[in-house]
């Protein structure tokens, strides 16, 4: 299992800080990327978000995944490797 979680479905005005508020309730956040729109800037709605460790990422999944945030519910699963 992979720390590095992906976090979908998410709200277009969701800004970093917002996500990793969320995910700091869980534990340590190292790091949160929302993917955004090349030339307008705006966000794809999905994004990824790195805890501490494993353990925390699994507990991530476990109480985030399919949470409601600003009236969405989100998918949160561990992120694929690039390829």
Do not use: C, H, Q, W
Not at 29 to 51: C, L, N, P, Q, T
Request: charged share 35%.
């Amino acid at each position: 299992m992979g720390k590095n979680l992906y976090v979908g479905n998410l709200p277009f005005s969701t800004e970093e800080d917002d996500l990793k508020g969320l995910f700091a309730e869980i534990g340590t956040v190292d790091s949160v990327k929302i993917v955004r729109e090349r030339f307008s800037g705006k966000s794809r709605g999905f994004g990824f978000v790195e805890m501490a460790t494993d353990e925390l990422a699994e507990e991530a999944i476990k109480k985030l995944n399919g949470y409601s945030f600003d009236g969405r519910s989100l998918r949160v699963d561990k992120a694929k490797d690039k390829k």
